[in-house]
């Protein structure tokens, strides 16, 4: 299956750019490109993945852009050159998918968007840095036991197979899930399915930026 892709970029080479890495690469078709976000969202009906600059001359936030194309139906990555962590952090509370850098070579942009496509998250060593300095993130205290949970499940691991791996009933993985759950919650950092646990795990340094299916 082909998959549509969309950019959000002012910057005409940078188009160019994404064009060039996508025109040999038979599964995936650049659809549409637009110099804003709501320009793009009246041209595409259906995008598989919207690669969105941080810096776009209508004045726009990174925040607010990527809320609108999710609530397009879009899956969203953010493209920048790493000097701008705070608009990292813009994008990363909308809940954007990951990040893929300018400098990345062709084969790397790619496996980015195939990526997002599936819905995994797509995290370098920019955005773990962006989170990492960011001022207003509060840590959530994990117990060793909650930190276990949470790295397995956020890995792929089903319910059933903490329990088996723990030696716990399911429904106590499914407890723990809740309280790590609420956790974030508390903290202003709401984690409601698996992808947003893998960022916090991220975030918090219990799991590495990039996962195993992703490689």
């Known amino acids: 299956m082909e ?4 950019i959000v970029d002012d ?3 940078a188009v160019w750019g994404i064009e060039r890495v996508l025109q040999d690469e ?3 078709r650049l659809a549409a490109a637009a110099k804003t976000v709501d320009e793009l969202i009246s041209l595409a009906a259906r995008l598989d993945v919207v690669i969105l600059d941080l810096r776009l001359a209508d004045g726009t936030v990174p925040q607010s852009n990527v809320e609108r194309l999710r609530a397009a139906g879009f899956g969203v990555l953010v493209y920048t050159s790493g000097e701008y962590p705070d608009l990292l952090r813009s994008a990363a509370r909308a809940g954007v998918l990951g990040m893929v850098s300018k400098s990345a070579d062709r084969a790397d942009v790619v496996a980015a968007i195939a990526a997002a496509a599936r819905g995994n998250p797509v995290l370098g060593m920019e955005w773990a840095a962006a989170i990492d300095s960011d001022p207003e ?3 959530v205290r994990l117990s060793p036991q909650l930190q276990r949970v949470l790295t397995l499940y956020a890995n792929g691991h089903t319910a059933r197979r903490i329990s088996e791996i ?3 009933q399911v429904d106590t993985v499914n407890m723990y899930l809740k309280r790590i759950r609420q956790k974030y919650a508390e903290a202003g950092r709401p984690a409601p399915t698996k992808l947003d646990l893998f960022k916090r795990a991220v975030e918090d340094g219990l799991l590495p930026p990039h996962r195993r299916d992703q490689q």
């Open 137 to 139: 993130l509060d840590a």
């Open 26 to 28: 038979p599964s995936m």
């Open 3 to 6: 998959l549509s892709v969309g």
């Open 11 to 13: 910057h005409q080479s």
């Open 166 to 168: 723990m030696y716990v």
